[in-house]
């Protein structure tokens, strides 16, 4: 059906009335390619869930987990997507991932350096430091975890890895086998790891996500924290899910203040539910045309940006380019500057990446164009 089809058909300035910080950071001459919001109009069922709670004047504070049919509606989603059976009792609302990221390391985790593989998600490498925490950064082997790096920076005294699963920004989707490999290592050590799953529904292709907890082992040690944020595109509803690994791990979380964990809005738990639920079709045919754009994007870089070098993405709809073979300094800064285009810059990934950029395909086909030529007027295309 057509109404189940995403409707990418959004000129700028409809995009810029509605008044996310995609099209209203930089101003109304910049086109927006930097944070992960897509171009697109909601999920009609997501739609019609959230003007149906407005009618209902659904806009107090949230029901408890237990009454508002989120645990079920994520355990049934997980079960459905991925393969992992969840009990709805282990599924804690919070109002979001990182606020979930945050809740885990301060409940569940040893006061010890956490450990974040890089290039990294930049409020990845923030957290440890609000937290009280130190940071361990570990260089990925191109688009590999180095897992060997990671259990030598546990000897070294790290308590918890954060993990990004699917990567942001490379895109990986990775394997049980890769994952297997860094229970082990975390088994070794004692340490835990927290799971950042917010991209998981945005796998393209044949690819497949495998859920860390999904790794025998794992129950132990492992946190999920995911949304359906990115997948729905609805970051500012403020609704993401704590899956605890265990009884222990999910009574501690529970117990912990009101303060610790606020900020879940009744309406985030609505479109959450709707999307989990009832979405399913609309995802399905999003997915394929992220595909497309990602293919579309290899296509136009070949032809106008050979000198960048770029991998496809598995999973996300962030394409992570190296764009040191343009001889510039600061690439993204180059193309805001030049170009009145904005990309998301390597160097806030981590140390080592000022020549990278973190590229947003999740626009139309005529505005990724438009990206791209703009890119290849600022970097010499």
Not at 286 to 300: K, N
Request: hydrophobic residues 45%; aromatic residues 6%.
């Amino acid at each position: 059906m057509a109404d189940d089809l995403p409707d990418w058909n959004l000129d700028d300035d409809e995009l810029r009335r509605a008044g996310s910080i995609k099209w209203t950071f930089a101003g109304p001459r910049i086109l927006p390619a930097w944070v992960a919001e897509m171009d697109v109009r909601p999920a009609p069922a997501v739609r019609a869930a959230l003007l149906d709670a407005v009618e209902r004047g659904a806009l107090g504070y949230p029901m408890p987990d237990a009454a508002s049919g989120l645990p079920e509606a994520t355990a049934a989603f997980v079960g459905r997507r991925f393969g992992l059976p969840v009990d709805p009792a282990r599924v804690i609302s919070c109002g979001d991932v990182m606020a979930g990221v945050r809740l885990t390391l301060e409940v569940l985790c040893d006061p010890g350096p956490v450990v974040v593989p890089t290039p990294a998600y930049p409020p990845f490498l923030q957290v440890p430091e609000v937290t009280g925490r130190g940071l361990i950064t570990v260089p990925c082997r191109g688009r590999d975890l180095d897992v060997e790096a990671i259990g030598a920076a546990l000897a070294a005294g790290g308590r918890t890895v954060l993990l990004s699963a699917p990567h942001n920004p490379l895109g990986r989707a990775f394997t049980a086998t890769e994952l297997t490999a860094l229970r082990d290592v975390v088994l070794a050590h004692g340490a835990r790891v927290i799971s950042d799953e917010i991209h998981a529904p945005i796998v393209l292709g044949d690819t497949r996500h495998v859920p860390y907890a999904s790794i025998e082992g794992t129950e132990g040690h492992v946190t999920t924290v995911l949304a359906a944020s990115k997948a729905w595109n609805i970051p500012g509803v403020k609704c993401a899910q704590v899956i605890a690994g265990n009884p222990a791990d999910l009574a501690a979380l529970r117990a912990a203040p009101l303060v610790a964990n606020h900020g879940t809005s009744p309406l985030g738990v609505v479109a959450t539910v709707a999307a989990y639920t009832d979405a399913d079709t609309w995802l399905d045919a999003l997915l394929r045309d992220l595909a497309e754009r990602r293919e579309q994007f290899g296509s136009l870089l070949a032809q106008r940006l050979p000198q960048v070098s770029w991998t496809p993405h598995e999973a996300t709809y962030l394409a992570w380019v190296d764009a040191r073979g343009t001889g510039l300094a600061d690439p993204s800064a180059t193309a805001l500057a030049e170009a009145a285009v904005m990309v998301h810059p390597g160097r806030l990934f981590g140390q080592g990446y000022e020549g990278f950029a973190r590229v947003n395909l999740a626009t139309s086909a005529e505005r990724l164009e438009r990206i791209v030529d703009r890119l290849a007027r600022a970097w010499g295309g």
